[in-house]
């Protein structure tokens, strides 16, 4: 019996706004999942720095992580992420967003 690969995202309220977090797998289906859940997000918080908790995903695939780099550059801020999720996010050498790094 094989292990179920699931993402949960849960919506949390913040200070100016709306963030997410994340608990479980970023890979296969639930990237476009996540990514229609950041869009949501975004509409409703205009231009504030959205916060993205990563402290239980435990996974990002290279759409997860292409996905995440998007998400930073549209005013994510990821924070929490393990030091196995932060190296994952610098294995392809892809360049990184400057001035939305912290917490990661």
């Given at each position: 019996?094989?292990?179920?690969?699931?993402?949960?995202?849960?919506?949390?309220?913040?200070?100016?706004?709306?963030?997410?977090?994340?608990?479980?797998?970023?890979?296969?289906?639930?990237?476009?999942?996540?990514?229609?859940?950041?869009?949501?997000?975004?509409?409703?918080?205009?231009?504030?720095?959205?916060?993205?908790?990563?402290?239980d995903a435990s996974f990002v695939d290279a759409q997860g992580r292409e996905l995440l780099r998007g998400m930073q550059?549209?005013?994510?801020?990821?924070?929490?992420?393990?030091?196995?999720?932060?190296?994952?996010?610098?294995?392809?050498?892809?360049?990184?967003?400057?001035?939305?790094?912290?917490?990661?």
């Open positions: 019996m094989g292990e179920t690969n699931v993402l949960r995202i849960t919506k949390t309220e913040e200070q100016n706004g709306h963030g997410l977090t994340l608990a479980g797998r970023l890979e296969g289906p639930w990237v476009e999942v996540l990514r229609n859940s950041w869009e949501e997000i975004r509409r409703g918080n205009g231009r504030a720095p959205i916060p993205v908790n990563l402290r550059a549209q005013g994510a801020v990821l924070a929490n992420a393990s030091m196995f999720l932060r190296a994952m996010m610098k294995i392809d050498g892809t360049k990184r967003q400057s001035g939305n790094e912290k917490g990661e």
